[in-house]
């Protein structure tokens, strides 16, 4: 039976990703050597990072005094990087769900946190949107996909303070204005490589502005100086990062993922929306196209565990929701065709026909 893997990271690459960074892991370049066991300084490995560097800037338009980064340590090592790197007064931190909270949670050991606006009221199921972005604080940072709750910022907001975003979830879904940010970063494994990777985009001009000690691997300029290779970055997930930037220039790059994502997520909520037994749990002017999240109505939420067997029966992976939000979540990140999405809508139906 075919798999419709809709996890929420690591999550779905494209098959020829997969298959392409599985052979080299065999036989890397007809060097007869495994990917796995060259050195990052390898003759042959240098274009591997060069390129992907190349396309990460030609698929995002990203303008010139900007560095691409692939860094370890998760978006989860950014949120106390940022702060070293940033913040020499006071931040100010948009909360937006579990993610944003994270962030801003570390911020605070580095000086004034400042939390512009929060959506925990109800349980981050909106994007805040009257708040006023205080002109003194070094640097506004926002989450722009809230992968747990299925919301979403999907325009680039104007900032009269440097703008700081993590974008794992939803990098490469659309085309962004690089030039309204200081720093983007995220972790690779929800829409662009396997996991063990990181990547960061930083405008090169506002680093070195904070007064405190930055320890050599905590410091950007480390990294953009060195051109990611101070230390052993992480070969394997970056080469499959680079396989799947290839996939998706060839596939008509950002634009033509958001008009996918777009379509999936058109057919996705208006199921949603239309089905007797389900509602959706993100208001629907903050709806994220990447991780659509959905609960059962009151009056049928004893069918919880039914509908994820019978899902799970028919080839749909990873669609219950996060522990924080219950019910149903379906990650529809590049790779997921618009016929998965057919397929999980199909099971709906059915579903709701039993019913
Ligand atoms: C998954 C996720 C993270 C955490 O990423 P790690 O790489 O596991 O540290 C942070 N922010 C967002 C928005 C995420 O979706």
């Known amino acids: 039976m075919k798999k419709y893997n809709f996890n929420a990271g690591p999550s779905i690459l494209p098959r020829e990703v997969i298959e392409q960074t599985a052979a080299a892991c065999l036989d890397f370049d007809n060097s007869g050597l495994s990917l796995m066991e060259i050195s990052h300084r390898a003759k042959n490995f240098q274009p591997v990072v060069d390129e992907a560097v190349a396309l990460f800037k030609e698929l995002l338009n ?35 769900g579990v993610w944003a909270t994270k962030a801003e949670k570390e911020a605070k050991a580095f000086g004034e946190v400042v939390e512009i606006a929060s959506s925990a009221d109800k349980n981050f199921t909106y994007i805040p949107k009257n708040f006023t972005i205080p002109t003194d604080a070094d640097y506004l940072h926002i989450t722009t996909n809230n992968t747990i709750y299925g919301t979403e910022i999907r325009e680039d907001i104007d900032s009269p303070i440097p703008l700081i975003a993590d974008m794992s979830s939803d990098i490469f ?58 230390n052993t970055p992480p070969v394997v997930p970056i080469y499959s990062a680079l396989m799947n930037l290839r996939y998706m220039k060839a596939h008509g790059g950002v634009k033509a993922m958001q008009e996918l994502a777009e379509k999936r997520a058109e057919i996705l909520y208006a199921e949603i929306d239309r089905n007797k037994l389900f509602v959706g749990t993100a208001e629907k002017d903050s709806r994220s196209l990447m991780n659509i999240t959905f609960v059962l109505k009151e009056e049928y939420k004893e069918l919880e ?51």
């Open 62 to 96: 990203i303008p010139e005094g900007y560095s691409v980064l692939f860094l370890g340590g998760g978006a989860s090592l950014e949120f106390c990087m940022v702060p070293f790197n940033f913040l020499e007064k006071k931040a100010a931190y948009l909360n937006t």
């Open 173 to 230: 879904s659309r085309p962004i204005d690089v030039s309204k940010y200081t720093m983007i970063y995220g972790g690779a494994q929800k829409n662009l490589a396997m996991a063990g990777l990181t990547f960061v985009i930083v405008k090169d001009d506002a680093l070195g502005k904070v007064s405190r000690h930055i320890p050599t691997m905590l410091d950007y300029r480390t990294h953009v100086k060195k051109g990611s290779m101070f």
């Open 305 to 355: 565990k039914d509908f994820l067997d019978f899902a799970t029966s028919k080839g749909m992976v990873g669609v219950k929701g996060h522990r924080d939000v219950g019910g149903f979540r379906a990650s529809c990140y590049n790779a997921m065709s618009v016929e998965g999405v057919e397929a999980l809508v199909k099971c709906m139906q059915e579903f709701e026909a039993m019913h």
